[in-house]
């Protein structure tokens, strides 16, 4: 089984920045492509960012330029760096990375979530 604990939000003021990371723990498995996703009140989660096992990666036109991910394979962690932070940048922000295991498969997981709130 996989778990992803994720870390790194909270409040900060308008202009600030922020650190995502998302940890996978467990046993017998490769992580192939990582993300980072959103969830804003009222609205449906959204794609931030993703990542691919090689380093490519994508990210929504809203952040781009803004925030960057990257991941430590040796970790089996993914983060991201949230730069001049807005308002409409408050959400729940959850990881997901696509997971594959002998005798499992490829499945994906989720992160508990973290919640970012910028305001002043």
């Known amino acids: 089984q996989v778990q992803l604990v994720e870390s790194g939000g909270g409040l900060v003021q308008p202009g600030g920045s922020l650190r995502l990371s998302c940890a996978a723990s467990?046993?017998?498995?490769?992580?192939?492509?990582m993300g980072w996703y959103r969830q804003a009140p009222g609205k449906q989660r959204e794609l931030v960012a993703t990542?691919?096992?090689?380093?490519?990666?994508n990210y929504a036109d809203s952040v781009k330029g803004q925030f960057t991910i990257s991941r430590d394979n040796a970790k089996n962690t993914v983060y991201l760096q949230m730069d001049s932070l807005k308002p409409e940048d408050t959400a729940v922000y959850y990881c997901k990375m696509r997971v594959w295991s002998l005798g499992g498969g490829a499945n994906d997981y989720w992160g508990q979530g973290t919640q970012v709130t910028v305001s002043s």
């Open positions: 467990g046993r017998g498995f490769t992580i192939n492509a």
């Open positions: 990542i691919s096992r090689a380093g490519s990666t």
